[in-house]
């Protein structure tokens, strides 16, 4: 689950789109969709420390 988070940032979505996974057949595929997408430069904004 960790790692479908991380990849949902690199392609700057919400890791509360996981949660489109509960949804039956169709959240699977849309949230595999958004997994292949490629990642983009705003999405690094997750990468930076908070402190």
């Given at each position: 689950m960790a790692l479908v988070v991380r990849r949902l940032h690199d392609t700057?979505?919400?890791g509360w789109f996981i949660l489109?996974?509960?949804i039956p057949l169709v959240?699977?595929?849309?949230?595999l969709v958004f997994v292949l997408l490629p990642g983009v430069p705003q999405g690094a904004r997750f990468?930076?420390?908070t402190a």
């Open positions: 700057d979505k919400a489109l996974g509960l959240g699977g595929i849309i949230l990468d930076r420390p």
